[in-house]
């Protein structure tokens, strides 16, 4: 199953972040040795002095012999001095990587160093700081974008786009004499200007080429989002005027829920500008009962859930840009902390373990950890045994939760199932329908206002005579 799951888990987020194993420095061969090779030496005296004394060719053969085997011996002598030179240069390096394993905690090379960085620790600082449970999500979601972008974004302006969105929204319900008070109608007004005024990007919609098309800013200068970007701006307009309305998740998917007043869920699906019901949702075919137990997907998400997904996005912008370091893992452990069933959060935590792993791995030797002969050498280092159970735990929380990957062609498919002109007409009609009750709802409200206050006013005259009439009369003199 882990191997299955790996694979998917790389599909699924198409960073191409996987731990490049390094090879182990070897020996070199005899054909490229330093040494000189004394067997190729000439030991003969060519001088044609008269004085040369000459020596039986027999003596001379035994001679030379002798001078071959000692050369043979002097060069097997070199080889072995040379193999263990390298036996022990290899050694030394091999304790310098467990001992930069042991300092490091057994983490990834650090990126600290890259340029930029340091935006992406004072921004996970700056989330640490906010309350948890009462945040502003402009506030929180802009910090996270802004690390991005190397702070060259500006949150007067960010705040000036949501709050001209919010006037307009209450303009058209002002103009259409309709109540803002009352929160199913703010989150009809809210669902029929996004469905006018934004529209679906279907150019990179994952973010895989430009991390930084999934932002709210991007929506903002362009018109154009995704199931990432346009909640999360509804739900910045929802808090300006005052509207309930929470985020929930489904495979690669967020959408919309509020409460209408009879106290029933509504799904707003703002990609194809729909209101969507709860079996629309599940024909995507990757929803799983265990997932629904687990309140996985399909469930409302407070404000502390809905920061775990901020904690999560940081990371994921933080991996998009640099790669894999410690910082992921400590946003990511921050975020599984406020929502631990987070899947995203747990999918990006299992792609993190993975190519720790695999890098500590390839520091201790084994460069295949795929081949269960070559793991087996991970038990004779505890702290490297120690991540490998560490990262088959979190790969079968996944599996426990109950993810099922979903191929970016199924979620093509499965949005434009719910765009159908079936879909859109039944969503346009059960609008239409909760708008007309609700306004039915405020007249006959209003009527019953009205007629209190008409019998309290009969109420209070009524008084007013008895009093007049029990007042007693003043004395003739």
């Known amino acids: 199953m882990r191997n299955s799951t790996i694979s998917i888990i790389l599909l699924y987020f198409s960073t191409g972040l996987s731990a490049q194993i390094p090879n182990l420095p070897t020996g070199p061969s005899?054909?490229?040795?330093?040494?000189?090779?004394?067997?190729?030496?000439?030991?003969?005296?060519?001088?044609?002095?008269?004085?040369?004394?000459?020596?039986?060719?027999?003596?001379?053969?035994?001679?030379?012999?002798?001078?071959?085997?000692?050369?043979?011996?002097?060069?097997?002598?070199?080889?072995?001095?040379?193999?263990?030179?390298?036996?022990?240069?290899?050694?030394?390096?091999?304790?310098?990587?467990?001992?930069?394993?042991?300092?490091?905690?057994?983490?990834?090379?650090s990126l600290s160093a890259n340029s930029g960085t340091n935006f992406y620790y004072d921004a996970l600082s700056q989330l640490?700081?906010?309350?948890?449970?009462?945040?502003?999500?402009?506030?929180?979601?802009?910090?996270?974008?802004?690390?991005?972008?190397?702070?060259?974004?500006?949150?007067?302006?960010?705040?000036?786009?949501?709050?001209?969105?919010?006037?307009?929204v209450l303009q058209k319900m002002k103009s259409g004499k309709v109540t803002p008070v009352d929160n199913t109608l703010k989150n009809i007004a809210l669902f029929k200007h996004f469905s006018k005024n934004y529209?679906?990007?279907?150019?990179?919609?994952?973010?895989?080429?430009?991390?930084?098309?999934?932002?709210v800013s991007k929506l903002l200068k362009t018109g154009k989002g995704q199931c990432h970007s346009m909640?999360?701006?509804?739900?910045?307009?929802?808090?300006?005027?005052?509207?309930?309305?929470?985020?929930?998740?489904?495979?690669?998917?967020?959408?919309?829920?509020?409460?209408?007043?009879?106290?029933?869920?509504?799904?707003?699906?703002?990609?194809n500008g729909i209101l969507s019901t709860n079996a629309m949702i599940l024909e995507s075919g990757y929803i799983g009962s265990e997932a629904l137990l687990n309140d996985v997907y399909m469930n409302s998400l407070s404000k502390k859930q809905l920061m775990s997904l901020l904690y999560a996005?940081?990371?994921?912008?933080?991996?998009?840009?640099?790669?894999?370091?410690?910082?992921?893992?400590?946003?990511?452990?921050?975020?599984?902390?406020?929502?631990?069933?987070?899947?995203?959060?747990?999918?990006?935590?299992?792609?993190?373990?993975?190519?720790?792993?695999?890098?500590?791995?390839?520091?201790?030797?084994?460069?295949?950890?795929?081949?269960?002969?070559e793991l087996e050498n991970?038990?004779?280092?505890?702290?490297?045994?120690?991540?490998?159970?560490?990262?088959?735990?979190?790969?079968?929380?996944?599996?426990?939760?109950?993810?099922?990957?979903?191929?970016?062609?199924?979620?093509?498919?499965w949005l434009s199932n719910m765009n159908r002109e079936a879909n859109k007409q039944r969503s346009e009609e059960l609008a239409e329908k909760i708008r007309l009750t609700n306004l039915e709802k405020q007249r006959k409200k209003k009527e019953e206002e009205q007629k209190k206050l008409k019998e309290e006013r009969r109420k209070a005259k009524e008084k007013k005579r008895e009093e007049e009439k029990n007042k007693p009369k003043p004395l003739l003199t």
Request: proline share 3%; aromatic share 12%.
């Open 231 to 271: 909640p999360l701006l509804y739900l910045m307009v929802a808090e300006s005027i005052g509207a309930d309305a929470s985020l929930a998740m489904a495979p690669n998917h967020t959408y919309i829920r509020f409460k209408d007043d009879d106290n029933q869920w509504e799904n707003i699906e703002l990609t």
């Open 128 to 168: 640490n700081n906010l309350d948890q449970s009462n945040y502003s999500l402009a506030e929180a979601n802009f910090i996270v974008e802004n690390a991005y972008s190397e702070r060259k974004l500006h949150y007067s302006n960010f705040k000036a786009n949501i709050s001209k969105i919010a006037s307009q």
């Open 378 to 413: 991970i038990k004779y280092f505890p702290k490297g045994l120690e991540l490998l159970k560490e990262t088959k735990m979190q790969f079968n929380n996944i599996d426990q939760l109950g993810f099922k990957f979903m191929p970016d062609g199924a979620y093509s498919e």
């Open 199 to 215: 529209k679906y990007d279907f150019d990179d919609f994952m973010g895989k080429k430009e991390w930084n098309k999934m932002f």
């Open 313 to 373: 996005d940081l990371a994921n912008g933080y991996i998009h840009k640099y790669g894999m370091d410690e910082f992921v893992g400590k946003a990511l452990d921050k975020s599984l902390e406020l929502y631990p069933n987070n899947m995203y959060a747990n999918l990006l935590k299992s792609m993190y373990q993975q190519a720790r792993f695999e890098y500590v791995a390839a520091e201790l030797g084994i460069q295949n950890v795929e081949n269960p002969a």
């Open 30 to 109: 005899a054909s490229t040795s330093p040494i000189q090779n004394y067997s190729e030496i000439s030991f003969r005296n060519n001088s044609t002095s008269k004085n040369t004394v000459s020596i039986p060719s027999v003596n001379n053969s035994s001679r030379k012999s002798e001078i071959e085997r000692r050369n043979w011996e002097m060069q097997q002598n070199d080889f072995k001095i040379v193999e263990k030179e390298n036996r022990e240069k290899e050694q030394k390096q091999f304790e310098q990587k467990v001992n930069n394993l042991e300092i490091s905690g057994y983490n990834l090379p």
